[in-house]
C-alpha cells in the first residue's frame, strides 16, 4: 500500500495517531485540574513505566491539556549529569510567559527571583556562567531564592510563582522526564517544594515520568514521597486498546485488518506501544492492498524485528560495557524471553563470581537506564523484550 499514506509513527515520544488505552490517565489528570481550578488541594503526579511504554507521549498530552486550560507550563527532560538549577529556570520562565500576567510589577517581582535562582550555580556548573543566562531582563532579586541550597531557594521560587498563578485564577505545571536520573540533592529539593506548596493549597504541581524504580528514589530522598504524589503506573496495552491503536489510523484511510492479522500482530507487540507502531508501520508496508492480512504480518516481522534490533535494542547494547554486556546476557539467560526479573545472587553464580565484584557493573546499568531495581537483591530490565533481544543475539 502507499506509504505516504502510513499512518503508524514510531518514534521517541511521537505521539501515535490513536492514543489508544489511556483514557484512566487522562481522565485523573483533569479531576486534578478541575480541583485545583476550584482551589482544593491535590497531589503532584508520578508516571511510571519500562521503556516503550508512551510515558513520554503521555507526559507530552498531560501538558496539552493543562495548556488548554490557560496554564503556564514548562518541560524538563534530566539529566543524570546535570544540575537542575538551569533547566528549572528555562521551564519555568517559559511557564511564566504562558500565563500572561496583567500586572507587569507583580511579573517582573518573581522574574526577578527566578533570575536569582537561575545565577546561583553550584561550583560545578560554574563553568556554564559565562556560557549562558536566563534572557530575564528585569534586575535580580537579593535575598530571595539565591542562599545556594537548592531545597530552600526552589521552596522560595515554586511558592512566588504560585502566587502570581493564584492572582490570575490558573496554574502552573512543571513536567519532568526521566525523572528517575534528577540528582539526589535535587530530588530532595523538589519533594520538599512539592509538600510545602501542597500544605499552601498553591496552584503549581510538578508532574514527572520515570522508570519503574522512580517510586524507591523519591521515597529514599523523603520518607513521606508515597503521601507526596499520585503514582500512575503505565502499562502494555490491553488488547481492545491495542487494536484500536492499529485500526482508528487506517480506518481513516479506508484500510482494514482481518482478524488473524490482528492476531498476530497483538502476539508480536506484546501490547507495548511502541512495538505497536514499529509492526504496524512495517506491516502497511509490505500489505499489497486491504484488508491486511496475516500472510502480510509474517512478512512484516522479521523486517520489524530487524529495525528494532538496530535502533530499540542495539543502540542501547552498544551503550554497555563488555563487563556490563556479560551482565545482562547473565539476566537474560536467568529470566529467559520474558525477561523476569532475577537475582542479583543468581547472576553471581551464573557467571562464577562473587556478588559484591559485580556491583560496579550493576550499579553502571542502572545509571545508564538500561537496568532498574526492581525489589531489594532482584535486577530486571528497563527495555521490554530485551532479554528475547540478547538470548538471539548471543555475541
Not at 530575564?136 to 502566587?163: F, K, Q, Y
Not at 510538578?206 to 517510586?215: C, I, R, S, T
Not at 506484546?270 to 512495538?275: E, L
Amino acid at each position: 500500500m502507499d506509504p505516504v499514506r502510513n499512518p503508524y509513527a514510531p518514534g521517541a515520544g511521537q505521539r501515535p495517531p490513536e492514543l489508544a488505552g489511556r483514557d484512566g490517565e487522562l481522565s485523573a489528570f483533569d479531576v486534578v485540574l478541575e480541583r485545583i481550578a476550584h482551589g482544593r488541594p491535590e497531589r503532584s503526579l508520578v508516571l511510571t513505566g519500562l521503556r516503550g511504554v508512551g510515558k513520554t507521549v503521555l507526559l507530552n498530552q498531560l501538558r496539552s491539556a493543562a495548556i488548554g486550560r490557560g496554564w503556564g507550563t514548562g518541560k524538563i527532560e534530566a539529566r543524570p549529569d546535570q544540575s537542575l538549577r538551569r533547566p528549572v529556570s528555562s521551564a519555568l520562565h517559559m511557564a511564566l510567559r504562558e500565563l500572561r500576567h496583567p500586572d507587569q510589577e507583580s511579573m517582573d517581582a518573581v522574574l526577578g527571583t527566578l533570575k536569582a535562582f537561575a545565577q546561583r550555580l553550584t561550583p560545578a556548573d560554574a563553568k556554564l556562567r559565562d556560557r549562558w543566562q536566563p534572557g530575564i531582563d528585569v534586575p535580580a532579586t537579593s535575598g530571595r531564592a539565591d542562599s545556594g541550597d537548592m531545597e530552600i531557594d526552589l521552596v522560595e521560587l515554586l511558592s512566588d510563582a504560585a502566587g502570581l498563578a493564584a492572582d490570575v485564577g490558573k496554574g502552573i505545571a512543571l513536567f519532568i522526564d526521566e525523572m528517575q536520573d534528577v540528582q539526589s540533592d535535587d530530588v530532595s529539593a523538589i519533594c520538599a517544594a512539592c509538600h510545602e506548596l501542597s500544605q499552601q493549597g498553591a496552584p503549581l504541581i510538578v508532574v514527572g515520568a520515570g522508570l519503574p524504580h522512580l517510586p524507591a528514589v523519591l521515597s529514599a530522598s523523603k520518607s513521606y514521597s508515597e503521601r507526596l504524589f499520585r503514582y500512575l503506573r503505565i502499562d502494555r496495552l490491553d488488547r481492545p486498546a491495542a487494536d484500536r491503536a492499529l485500526l482508528a489510523p487506517a480506518e481513516r484511510e479506508e484500510v482494514s485488518f482481518e482478524p488473524e492479522a490482528l492476531d498476530a500482530l497483538y502476539a508480536a507487540a506484546d501490547g507495548y506501544p511502541y512495538f505497536v507502531q514499529a509492526y504496524g508501520k512495517v506491516t502497511w508496508d509490505v500489505a499489497a492492498a486491504s484488508p491486511i492480512t496475516a500472510a502480510d504480518v509474517a512478512m512484516a516481522a522479521p523486517v520489524a524485528e530487524a529495525e528494532l534490533a538496530v535502533g530499540f535494542f542495539g543502540s542501547r547494547y552498544d551503550r554497555a560495557t563488555p563487563a556490563e554486556r556479560e551482565y545482562m546476557h547473565a539476566m537474560a539467560e536467568l529470566g529467559g524471553p520474558a525477561g523476569a526479573a532475577v537475582s542479583t545472587s543468581e547472576v553471581a553464580v551464573s557467571l562464577g563470581r562473587k556478588p559484591a565484584s559485580l556491583s560496579p557493573a550493576r550499579d553502571s546499568l542502572i545509571k545508564k537506564g538500561l537496568v532498574f531495581s526492581a525489589e531489594r537483591g532482584q535486577i530486571a530490565f528497563t527495555v521490554p523484550h530485551f532479554g528475547r533481544y540478547l538470548l538471539s543475539h548471543p555475541d
